[in-house]
């Protein structure tokens, strides 16, 4: 599927994807910096991805985690620096959150609250847990 945004293409086919881009914003992000190629690689396998082109280049990704019955978990969300402020996060998260309509959504962000509770995306800490892997 794809969809235009003002002069931006954005697309969930895999195949477009660019993985040393991917790879590179990962890297420099709090949440991901520590993750291999390898690990890179096989979460994009078994996600349905979403991407953001400018001229033949990506720019911007997303992940989402789903049973596609009750719950979709979106991670991954980054806009590439130079692209920012332009409503891409907004459009993106937008999108997305249109195709899991009906499902319930979780994420996890510690500076974009205010993107996500646009969409209804609500803090809480109460009732999640988290267990991260050791080593």
Known sequence: MEHLYNHYRFSDDKSQLDL????????????????????????????????????????????????????YYLADVYIDEEHRGHGLGKELVGWIVKQYEGLSGLLGTLDAHGLYEQFGFRRNAERFMVRRPQG
């Open 20 to 71: 040393d881009a991917i790879q590179t914003f990962l890297a420099k992000s709090y949440w991901a910096n520590h993750r291999t190629r390898e690990t890179i690689e096989k979460s994009i396998r078994n996600s349905t991805c979403y991407g953001i082109y400018c001229g033949g280049k990506q720019i911007g990704f997303a992940r989402v985690i789903t049973d596609w019955a009750t719950v």
